[in-house]
């Protein structure tokens, strides 16, 4: 089973080389950004208490989190792998993801880590914003204080996987082509 954990700041462009990663290796999307817009959108009790941080550009607890994802994982039977984009944000949610997978007798394969320059990033989001129509990809405030979340509690976990020898580092600047090939370099040469 290929389990891979995409990884990069908000704005890396983790979602486009997830769909890529998807349709080529046959994995399930898991995007906990997306877990939470549902259990928003569905007005859960676990959506509202993440859309409460998530409305201040933190993250929301490990608990919640973990809680929606193992529910998700549990849905999908014989699956060829998942691809984890958004998550684990710390060191306490990837030894959790790492327990819960062993439940399931299977593991982390690698990390994947999209690295992009910060003002790279802010223009990015801004554009996304006017797409997507998502307001926390609009408010530049929100945006800085996203990405300072990020290299403060999240870029942490990168260390977690390196430790276990799983840690990619991929540029995540140049065309969308571009980063999918190398993307899909990485994973062939572990795979």
Known sequence: MLNVVLFGPPGAGK????????EKYDLVHLS?????????????????????????????PDSVTIDMLRSEVLKYSNPKGFIFDGFPR????????DEFL????????????LEVEEEELKTRLL??????GRADDADPAIIENRIR??????????????????FISIDGIGSIDDITTRLFSAIDSRN
């Open 15 to 22: 979602g486009t080389q997830s769909e890529r990663l998807i």
């Open 32 to 60: 906990t950004g997306d877990i939470f817009r549902s259990n928003i959108k569905g007005e859960t009790e676990l959506g509202k208490l993440a859309k409460s941080y998530m409305d201040k550009g933190q993250l929301v």
């Open 90 to 97: 710390t060191n306490a949610q990837a030894n959790a993801l």
């Open 102 to 113: 062993s439940t399931q007798n299977t593991a982390i394969t690698l990390m994947l880590a």
């Open 127 to 132: 554009k996304r914003a006017e797409v997507s």
């Open 149 to 166: 979340v990020y290299n403060n509690e999240t870029a942490p976990v990168k260390d977690y996987y390196l430790q276990q020898g799983k």
